[in-house]
T-cell receptor, first 115, second 112 residues
Framework: EAQVTQNPRYLITVTGKKLTVTCSQN?????MSWYRQDPGLGLRQIYY???????DKGDVPEGYKVSRKEKRNFPLILESPSPNQTSLYFC??????????????FGSGTRLTVV | GNSVTQMEGPVTLSEEAFLTINCTYT??????LFWYVQYPGEGLQLLLK?????DKGSNKGFEATYRKETTSFHLEKGSVQVSDSAVYFC???????????FGSGTKLNVKP
């Protein structure tokens, strides 16, 4: 089944303790992206990647890191989490192609709480 | 620049009522337009899309027509069901295809 898999689904952690949220897709998509979803703010892009070893900042990159060493994986790293990073996080992937008509496939989300 | 504006929710309807969720956009290029749906506790799923002017996207009884002259992509359904209760996001993607632009989402509550 074509899908984007995020882990974990739920995570409670303490301020300053490094964590990684994994994202993997099995569709050979070039383009991957991380979003956070907060009430009243909709979806905001954190980072995106056009292909292996190519990453760039989205709208709210502060406090986050990513890497794209393999095409299928795009982990989100919080080196020193803070309570304002408590949010619902989504990974998404898409074909790059020549047409903007390709839609995203989203993961099921990771609900992160930083205390 | 590129942006998407959706009507604010929540929208509360009775079952079998007609639904319209308004979406307008601004884009620097020629965008493709999308509607995504998020059911409670789940990720976003592609509901429908349209890639050029006057195209109509449709799925599960929902429809939206790409109106270039009014820069709109309103979502409609003739008869909503309780199971349609979800958050709906309008989005666009332009030719540099490195980014999607999402609206803020509209929550739909359908009462029996």
């Amino acid at each position: 089944e074509a899908q984007v898999t995020q882990n974990p689904r739920y995570l409670i952690t303490v301020t300053g303790k490094k964590l990684t949220v994994t994202c993997s897709q099995n569709m050979n998509h070039e383009y991957m992206s991380w979003y956070r979803q907060d009430p009243g703010l909709g979806l905001r892009q954190i980072y995106y990647s056009m292909n292996v070893e190519v990453t760039d900042k989205g709208d709210v990159p502060e406090g986050y890191k990513v890497s794209r060493k393999e095409k299928r994986n795009f982990p989100l790293i919080l080196e020193s989490p803070s309570p304002n990073q408590t949010s619902l996080y989504f990974c998404a992937s898409s074909l790059k192609g020549d047409s903007p008509g390709y839609g995203y496939t989203f993961g099921s989300g990771t609900r992160l709480t930083v205390v | 620049g590129n942006s998407v504006t959706q009507m604010e929710g929540p929208v509360t309807l009775s079952e079998e009522a007609f639904l319209t969720i308004n979406c307008t956009y601004t884009a620097t290029g020629y965008p493709s337009l999308f509607w995504y749906v998020q059911y409670p506790g789940e990720g976003l799923q592609l509901l429908l899309k349209a890639t050029k002017a006057d195209d109509k996207g449709s799925n599960k009884g929902f429809e939206a027509t790409y109106r270039k002259e009014t820069t709109s992509f309103h979502l409609e359904k003739g008869s909503v069901q309780v199971s349609d209760s979800a958050v709906y996001f309008c989005a666009l993607r332009v030719n540099n295809f490195n980014k999607f632009y999402f609206g803020s989402g509209t929550k739909l509550n359908v009462k029996p």
